[in-house]
């Protein structure tokens, strides 16, 4: 199952133990966290927290993006720290993505109500209160935020194993594949960036994917299976190359 492959580390820091789980590439994980609540990992992600974790606030951190349930505790607040941004709830349903070489930190409100906050351009910190199907996108280069109300299913449908794409520009097509099934992706010609892509794919193999990419753009796609080194005994990640159709 790909929910079942997780990395675990637990480790002590002042007073307190920190549970730490990772998703590698090409995994996502689920999981409970000690007061109930859910939380589904994406790949190439890590969250940690500290043990005992009902305390006056449930703290979490997130580098990568996750999915979280949170289980209704009015008097212990949940935080979620990722990156240059907190989202504060205390029962609700929220996606946050927070990879460290992205440009943005993402935040989209299934349903309940956070409060996002963060530094603005200005250096003034700022809180923001969501509404259900409301989507936040913070530059993390200008600290601009933008908000609006929309549907949220290319944000939040990954932890049912659905991959959704939306009139997605390709370049945000190859990071998702890269991640989903840890390989590599090569866009060959700048002109293949203009594309954008709306399909849904639901538990597909990678080779169907890719297949189907093909069938619906003028693109041809070439794969390099990954080569294991000998020596150190280390996988080589598989190639994928996309080219415009002749």
Excluded: C
């Excluded at 994980?29 to 992600?45: Q, T, Y």
């Excluded at 720290?81 to 504060?88: E, F, M, R, S």
């Amino acid at each position: 199952s790909l929910f079942l492959n997780k990395e675990t580390t637990v480790f002590s820091e002042k007073d307190a133990t920190w549970q730490e789980i990772q998703s590698p590439p090409g995994m996502r994980s689920h999981i409970v966290l000690p007061d109930g609540s859910d939380l589904w990992l994406n790949a190439e992600s890590k969250i940690r927290y500290s043990i005992p974790f009902i305390r006056e606030r449930r703290h979490v951190e997130l580098e990568g993006e996750a999915f979280f349930e949170v289980a209704q505790n009015t008097k212990s607040p949940f935080v979620v720290y990722a990156g240059d941004a907190g989202v504060l709830a205390t029962g609700t349903e929220f996606n946050v993505k927070s990879y460290s070489g992205d440009p943005t930190i993402e935040v989209a409100l299934k349903e309940g109500s956070v409060d996002v906050y963060y530094t603005n351009e200005n250096e003034k910190r700022v809180f923001t209160t969501l509404q259900p199907n409301d989507y936040l996108v913070l530059n993390k280069s200008t600290q601009k935020a933008v908000r609006e109300n929309r549907s949220l299913n290319k944000y939040i449908m990954w932890h049912r194993n659905i991959m959704y794409f939306d009139e997605t520009p390709m370049k945000e097509v190859a990071t998702t594949l890269e991640r989903w099934y840890g390989i590599k992706v090569n866009i060959a010609g700048p002109e293949i960036y203009k594309y954008k892509i709306t399909t849904t794919f639901e538990n597909e193999s990678l080779f169907r994917v890719l297949e189907l990419l093909e069938l619906s753009s003028p693109i041809e796609i070439n794969y390099t299976r990954g080569k294991i080194n000998q020596q150190s005994n280390k996988t080589t990640k598989s190639v994928v190359t996309i080219t415009k159709k002749n």
